[in-house]
């Protein structure tokens, strides 16, 4: 048993993959974008904190006048005696006190602590922590190092770490820094660790991060409607390229094997039909009506011949202004006699000074005598026939429209209409409506079909107005 494969349906695939793909970017890069901005936001503030501070300390230390000898890092330790350093110590304990106050007052702190080179608190905002050692701190080990600033972001946390010994828990995130305070030499001589949570910078992130969030998402959205749109359009114009490719194929085996019909039966039809119409000038009267049923029968076949060469054949591209009220009334009394036996209304009024429309003489005929064919035939037992024209220069349009009251077609026949060679009726081939719909869409025009069962059949031509006729 040999499988069919279902073809491939691009508009569903890329639909699915490409919001796939999209979405995956979007996040990757609202999350690399949003890390970006953080950890530049922490270096940013720390940067400040750690000149702030850095400038507070040179400025003590210029005020103080400690002498050359003392270091920042001495007048900062609390085990330092002011007799041994060769000043007052109630002159000591002022300096420093000052430079404690200029830190506890920073805003938005945790807590704070100075590390004196020997990794002890020399002091803290939470005085409990004095005279600990900050054991394994990879961080305090990496500013004493480097002697650069070292910063980094933590969000909230619970457990046995530095945050239970905050001053207030914080609500979200904090910047942690190592500030170095260096010796006139250069050395590192004490180092600050302060503990921040800057309440109207983490109200800025948070503004960033909805607007940032916010721009991704909206831009990610935008990209794949847009592309969306575009592959759908391709997809209908692939599908539509493809029908006709389909289409002029069949037309092209449809050309050959009816130009070899066509020669094959025009001249035994033609035949056939002279020698049932000698037949008839004879005197076998009983025979007649089987010869005139044979020549019925010959001319609905050669109809078929022509319609099936018409509708195989290249529709000329040759353009004329064509009087749709001259057209009209032409096709009209071609089928008077047909319309008076089936006992139609015909109504009909053409309108004065209508203009001329993109068409060819012939080919326009052979539409309206489609429509109004069938329109006949759907009308077997009577009926109304109505024609209108209504022209809309302002759209550069007309549009003709012939009504009848006569069976209509279901849905699915509605649907199955411009279809070649589908027909509900006994006797027809099923390329009429499929070759008006050729004609019009070849001149500029289209043609929609409105039916319901038993409620009549409405078809409107729209015509493309020819300009300087």
């Given at each position: 048993?040999?499988?069919?494969?279902?073809?491939?349906?691009?508009?569903?695939?890329?639909?699915?993959?490409?919001?796939?793909?999209?979405?995956?970017?979007?996040?990757?890069?609202?999350?690399?974008?949003?890390?970006?901005?953080?950890?530049?936001?922490?270096?940013?503030?720390?940067?400040?904190?750690?000149?702030?501070?850095?400038?507070?300390?040179?400025?003590?230390?210029?005020?103080?006048?400690?002498?050359?000898?003392?270091?920042?890092?001495?007048?900062?330790?609390?085990?330092?005696?002011?007799?041994?350093?060769?000043?007052?110590?109630?002159?000591?304990?002022?300096?420093?006190?000052?430079?404690?106050?200029?830190?506890?007052?920073?805003?938005?702190?945790?807590?704070?602590?100075?590390?004196?080179?020997?990794?002890?608190?020399?002091?803290?905002?939470?005085?409990?922590?004095?005279?600990?050692?900050?054991?394994?701190?990879?961080?305090?080990?990496?500013?004493?190092?480097?002697?650069?600033?070292?910063?980094?972001?933590?969000a909230k946390t619970v457990g046995e770490t530095s945050e239970?010994?905050?001053?207030?828990?914080?609500?979200?995130?904090?910047?942690?820094?190592?500030?170095?305070?260096?010796?006139?030499?250069?050395?590192?001589?004490?180092?600050?660790?302060?503990?921040?949570?800057?309440?109207?910078?983490?109200?800025?992130?948070?503004?960033?991060?909805?607007?940032?969030?916010?721009?991704?998402?909206?831009?990610?959205?935008?990209?794949?409607?847009?592309?969306?749109?575009?592959?759908?359009?391709?997809?209908?114009?692939?599908?539509?390229?493809?029908?006709?490719?389909?289409?002029?194929?069949?037309?092209?085996?449809?050309?050959?094997?009816?130009?070899?019909?066509?020669?094959?039966?025009?001249?035994?039809?033609?035949?056939?039909?002279?020698?049932?119409?000698?037949?008839?000038?004879?005197?076998?009267?009983?025979?007649?009506?089987?010869?005139?049923?044979?020549?019925?029968?010959?001319?609905?076949?050669?109809?078929?011949?022509?319609?099936?060469?018409?509708?195989?054949?290249?529709?000329?591209?040759?353009?004329?202004?064509?009087?749709?009220?001259?057209?009209?009334?032409?096709?009209?009394?071609?089928?008077?006699?047909?319309?008076?036996?089936?006992?139609?209304?015909?109504?009909?009024?053409?309108?004065?000074?209508?203009?001329?429309?993109?068409?060819?003489?012939?080919?326009?005929?052979?539409?309206?005598?489609?429509?109004?064919?069938?329109?006949?035939?759907?009308?077997?037992?009577?009926?109304?026939?109505?024609?209108?024209?209504?022209?809309?220069?302002?759209?550069?349009?007309?549009?003709?429209?012939?009504?009848?009251?006569?069976?209509?077609?279901?849905?699915?026949?509605?649907?199955?209409?411009?279809?070649?060679?589908?027909?509900?009726?006994?006797?027809?081939?099923?390329?009429?409506?499929?070759?008006?719909?050729?004609?019009?869409?070849?001149?500029?025009?289209?043609?929609?079909?409105?039916?319901?069962?038993?409620?009549?059949?409405?078809?409107?031509?729209?015509?493309?107005?020819?300009?300087?006729?």
């Amino acid at each position: 048993m040999t499988g069919t494969t279902k073809p491939f349906n691009l508009l569903r695939w890329f639909s699915i993959v490409s919001l796939v793909v999209i979405a995956a970017i979007s996040v990757v890069v609202g999350m690399v974008v949003s890390r970006f901005v953080v950890e530049e936001t922490v270096q940013r503030d720390a940067m400040l904190s750690a000149q702030f501070i850095q400038n507070i300390a040179e400025a003590e230390v210029r005020h103080a006048a400690l002498g050359p000898g003392i270091t920042i890092g001495q007048f900062l330790d609390y085990r330092e005696d002011g007799d041994r350093l060769g000043v007052s110590e109630d002159h000591l304990v002022r300096v420093r006190n000052e430079f404690f106050d200029h830190i506890r007052t920073l805003p938005d702190v945790l807590l704070a602590k100075v590390f004196a080179p020997d990794r002890v608190v020399v002091w803290a905002t939470n005085p409990t922590l004095i005279g600990k050692a900050g054991l394994q701190n990879a961080e305090l080990e990496e500013a004493f190092r480097s002697r650069v600033m070292v910063a980094r972001g933590y969000a909230k946390t619970v457990g046995e770490t530095s945050e239970q010994y905050f001053l207030r828990p914080p609500q979200g995130l904090y910047i942690e820094n190592y500030i170095p305070l260096f010796s006139p030499e250069g050395e590192v001589a004490a180092v600050v660790e302060i503990y921040k949570e800057p309440a109207e910078l983490m109200s800025t992130m948070q503004r960033a991060y909805v607007l940032l969030w916010t721009a991704t998402l909206l831009g990610a959205a935008v990209i794949y409607l847009a592309l969306f749109w575009i592959v759908r359009r391709a997809a209908r114009q692939l599908k539509e390229q493809q029908r006709l490719l389909i289409e002029n194929e069949t037309l092209v085996a449809l050309g050959e094997m009816s130009s070899a019909v066509a020669h094959g039966l025009r001249n035994p039809l033609a035949t056939i039909r002279s020698s049932a119409e000698l037949a008839l000038d004879g005197d076998a009267v009983p025979a007649r009506k089987n010869i005139s049923d044979i020549i019925s029968q010959v001319d609905r076949l050669s109809r078929w011949v022509r319609e099936l060469l018409l509708y195989s054949r290249p529709i000329s591209d040759e353009r004329e202004g064509v009087d749709l009220n001259r057209a009209v009334a032409e096709v009209l009394a071609a089928f008077e006699q047909q319309i008076e036996r089936a006992r139609i209304e015909v109504e009909w009024t053409p309108v004065p000074n209508a203009p001329r429309v993109i068409g060819h003489g012939p080919l326009m005929t052979q539409v309206l005598n489609s429509v109004v064919s069938n329109a006949i035939e759907a009308m077997s037992k009577g009926g109304r026939l109505t024609v209108s024209l209504a022209p809309n220069l302002g759209a550069g349009r007309v549009v003709l429209t012939i009504s009848d009251s006569g069976t209509g077609m279901t849905e699915q026949q509605l649907a199955m209409a411009f279809r070649p060679f589908h027909t509900t009726k006994r006797t027809g081939l099923g390329v009429g409506l499929a070759l008006v719909k050729r004609i019009m869409e070849r001149f500029d025009g289209g043609v929609q079909l409105d039916s319901r069962e038993q409620a009549g059949t409405q078809v409107r031509l729209t015509f493309s107005v020819a300009h300087g006729e």
